[in-house]
């Protein structure tokens, strides 16, 4: 979430996300309709907004969950560029 995504959310929105990812951390593994699976390692937070969707993804690493791209979700799917930024910075992370 190096673009500052969280600019773009009002304070009542960043509670939602914050509070849907403590849930996560909390009670990992977890699934739907919080958390669902994209495949290739990675997990989306689902946080449902007051008038749009928010989409965490992130993946388990180390014992812990490393959230890796936040976007507002458009179409049905995860789009194939929010994923592949994800995947990205997954693999520059397991570098360092």
């Known amino acids: ?3 500052f995504f969280h600019k773009e959310l009002s304070l009542e929105e960043k509670k939602i996300v914050g ?3 403590q849930t996560v951390q909390r009670c990992w593994p977890i699934g739907r309709p919080l958390v669902d699976g994209l495949g290739d390692g990675l997990s989306e937070v689902r946080s449902g907004l007051p008038n749009r969707i928010c989409r965490t993804i992130f993946a388990p690493f180390d014992g812990k969950l490393l959230l890796l791209h ?3 979700k ?3 799917k995860c789009p194939p560029q929010e ?3 994800a995947l990205r910075r997954l ?3 397991k570098k360092s």
Request: charge should be neutral; avoid cysteine.
């Open 19 to 21: 509070d849907d990812i």
């Open 70 to 72: 936040a976007f507002i």
């Open 1 to 3: 979430m190096r673009e």
């Open 83 to 85: 994923k592949a930024l």
């Open 74 to 76: 458009k179409t049905q």
């Open 91 to 93: 693999r520059d992370h």
